[in-house]
């Protein structure tokens, strides 16, 4: 999914009066709080991840409450395809600590938000073993076939590693896992941290791209 940050320029509407505002926000006033920004994105599914203590709106209609200082990801499913408009409603002298992220696909199947995983099996040598688990979702039912190609690239930005996996996807959730062995592996260490970047591209038997994400990722050294 695409990834836009939603900082700046929210308007804030209190017992104080109409205000901007910007993230991380505590209200100051003991009433109701309401916050509102205008985007410009469209999609087919999207999610807000906040982290505070709010009623998240998109129209005025409401998707979910967030409790809780970590950061929760709202399904707003398709609501953004006709209004723009976000809001958070805000109680007792709520605030938001972090900043508030918005998750977007143009495609009814997509690759979840944060479900980009790579786990490391063994390490043999220069090479080591790492398992990509990714997980899809959507709303199509209709049985087709998929693939996901993965790529890995090295702390110098340069591709080190290319695989693809090709699936059969009926709907809803499905976790895609594939097995890669990297021939020249760099390990994650406290004083040498190695930082590779996976990259996965999700599109149909058509070669149509339905989705992308990228997650940062170390090889681990057993215990």
Not at 97 to 116: A, E, F
Request: hydrophobic share 30%; glycine share 12%; with cysteine.
């Amino acid at each position: 999914m695409k990834v836009t940050e939603l900082t700046k320029q929210w308007q804030c509407n209190s017992e104080r009066g109409k205000s901007a505002v910007t993230f991380p926000y505590v209200s100051p006033c003991f009433g109701k709080v309401d916050l509102r920004i205008c985007t410009d994105v469209t999609a087919s599914r999207a999610f807000l991840g906040v982290s505070g203590v709010a009623d998240v709106y998109v129209g005025g209609e409401c998707f979910g409450t967030v409790v809780g200082a970590s950061r929760r990801l709202v399904p707003l499913g398709n609501s953004l395809g006709s209004e723009g408009t976000i809001g958070l409603s805000l109680e007792d002298g709520g605030g938001i600590t972090r900043g508030v992220k918005l998750h977007y696909s143009d495609s009814r199947t997509y690759i979840r938000p944060y479900g980009l995983f790579v786990r490391t099996e063994s390490v043999d040598g220069q090479g080591a073993e790492i398992v990509i688990e990714t997980e899809i979702d959507g709303d199509e039912y209709e049985k087709r076939k998929l693939s996901v190609e993965y790529s890995i690239i090295n702390a110098r930005g340069k591709r080190s590693c290319r695989k693809k996996k090709n699936f059969v996807y009926t709907g809803g959730e499905k976790t895609v896992a594939l097995p890669v062995k990297m021939r020249r592996a760099y390990p994650y260490l406290s004083d040498q941290p190695y930082v590779y970047t996976l990259r996965a591209v999700l599109s149909d038997q058509n070669g149509n791209v339905l989705d992308e994400a990228e997650t940062p990722f170390g090889i681990t050294l057993p215990n």
